[in-house]
């Protein structure tokens, strides 16, 4: 179920009319919370409710045994983890490994066709497998380390880690941050309630007006067969789909965290104003803040984090970029897309260039247009439908063949002039929520409430009149 459909703003109605009393009973309420859930993840395919299930009541399993037979707490974590990152294996990357394996054996002249042999409903890929996946398999690795007491309540475990708003894309939701508050009766004021409603409509002005606009434009570029040889047209294309992906991914946040306060709950931010950063390490921590804590907390430090030589901690970070690369797609895209972040992050920790730029007067600014065409680069990667295609757009991108005019030709004066007032529109508001962040005291005071509701308003009219192609979350791919 797509939160930008009307059957979801059906369901969110249905939800919130019954809360009130569903959430004063705690079994009743987990009830609630689990039939709402399932309802909504079902509702794209039905079948894939028992995956969910099932990754589910392995770690649950695992949980309550690890208490009771401490001494076989690795063999149970290892059989968790097993489950867990089998499914992946099975419904996310058997077809990868089928096609490379093919590969490989033509090479040795050996014709077989592995993919062909791989039952159709394998091939599909569950929406949303690698969060709950990754937020079920945290559950069970705080277990074994004794950080987190598991729950006997199965349907207190479910209401955890099913939760529809964060169910499918995130942000990934910690059992030690969730299930204390599952727990309480929850409570959403007056304040609280105006905080999410302010989170949605915003969530929902980045995804259908941001998002799906510019979305139309870079998914014609991606998908036209004749390359464009042009510099400027894709410095222009790949800056369009790096708001695109930015607001599509923080815009689904956004409406989660605020369907969470509604309901009286609390998510962690995940998002806070990447575009901004100065460094590859300062953008790793502010994009998709609980996916990159996920794996700094139970990848990167578990192999020995940043202890020891540092060659040992220059390969860490490097395997828990690529494990991060090969999480978000199975291609060889994505492991590339990984790698060159890594490389990126070697040479600023041996170079310190970030640092060094900041130093000088304006630095701070130098340092962040080098951090967005680094990361400008390696999204091309990240969004090419092959490695032939990223490859041929790089190579454009810095041939520097062709002046604005000939992007003007291939784009229509028209699309890039609709493109330019997109993407200023969202740096604009990049920029200037950053600054109100960073409380600097020059800015105005934040608006009074009459006119908070007027804007909120005046953003709903503009969603609603100027929304682009209705497109699912890029995210739901992952």
């Not at 649950?60 to 089998?86: E, H, P, Q, T, W």
């Not at 870079?218 to 047209?233: L, M, Q, R």
């Not at 490695?387 to 041939?399: C, H, P, T």
Request: contains cysteine; proline residues 4%; hydrophobic residues 55%.
């Amino acid at each position: 179920m797509l939160f930008n459909s009307p059957v979801f703003l059906i369901f969110t109605a249905l939800f919130f009319a019954g809360w009130p009393l569903a959430k004063r009973q705690e079994q009743f309420r987990y009830f609630y919370i689990v039939v709402f859930s399932f309802v909504f993840y079902g509702w794209w395919d039905w079948r894939f409710l028992f995956l969910i299930i099932g990754s589910g009541l392995i770690d649950y399993a695992a949980g309550l045994a690890m208490v009771r037979f401490d001494s076989r707490r690795k063999l149970l974590l290892a059989l968790s983890l097993l489950g867990n990152i089998g499914s992946l294996m099975v419904f996310k990357y058997s077809g990868f490994f089928a096609e490379n394996l093919t590969w490989l054996f033509a090479q040795a002249g050996v014709q077989i066709a592995l993919r062909e042999s791989i039952p159709e409903f394998v091939l599909i890929l569950p929406v949303g497998i690698s969060f709950y996946t990754f937020q079920s398999m945290s559950y069970s690795i705080d277990v074994y380390k004794r950080q987190l007491e598991p729950t006997a309540n199965i349907l207190q475990f479910f209401a955890f880690l099913a939760f529809f708003p964060q169910l499918v894309a995130g942000p990934i939701v910690r059992a030690a941050d969730l299930l204390p508050q599952l727990k309480l009766v929850p409570r959403a004021d007056e304040a609280t309630r105006w905080e999410g409603t302010k989170l949605i409509v915003h969530g929902f002005a980045k995804k259908v007006f941001i998002a799906d606009n510019l979305a139309f434009y870079v998914t014609g570029a991606f998908n036209d067969p004749v390359h464009s040889p042009s510099s400027w047209y894709w410095w222009v294309i790949m800056t369009a789909f790096a708001f695109q992906i930015y607001c599509d991914f923080s815009g689904y946040s956004d409406i989660a965290r605020g369907l969470a306060k509604w309901a009286g709950y609390d998510f962690l931010v995940n998002f806070r104003h990447p575009y901004v950063a100065t460094s590859l390490r300062d953008f790793w921590s502010r994009w998709h803040i609980s996916l990159s804590t996920w794996f700094r907390d139970y990848v990167y430090i578990p192999l020995g984090g940043s202890r020891g030589s540092r060659l040992r901690s220059e390969s860490n970070m490097w395997t828990t970029m690529l494990v991060s690369g090969f999480w978000h797609g199975a291609a060889w895209n994505f492991l590339i897309w990984g790698g060159l972040h890594a490389l990126g992050m070697s040479i600023e920790r041996f170079s310190r260039w970030p640092q060094r730029l900041m130093a000088l007067p304006g630095g701070r600014h130098l340092a962040s247009l080098v951090l967005l065409l680094e990361v400008w680069v390696t999204w091309v990667f990240f969004r090419a439908t092959s490695l032939e295609q990223a490859l041929r757009i790089v190579a454009s991108m810095f041939s520097f063949h062709g002046g604005p005019q000939m992007a003007v030709d291939q784009l229509g004066g028209v699309k890039l002039l609709n493109i330019g007032i997109i993407i200023i529109i969202a740096a604009l508001r990049e920029y200037w929520f950053f600054l109100r962040l960073d409380e600097r005291r020059f800015l105005p005071r934040p608006l009074d409430g009459p006119v908070q509701v007027a804007a909120l308003a005046a953003i709903v009219v503009v969603c609603v009149f100027f929304r682009g192609p209705g497109s699912q979350f890029i995210y739901f791919q992952f």
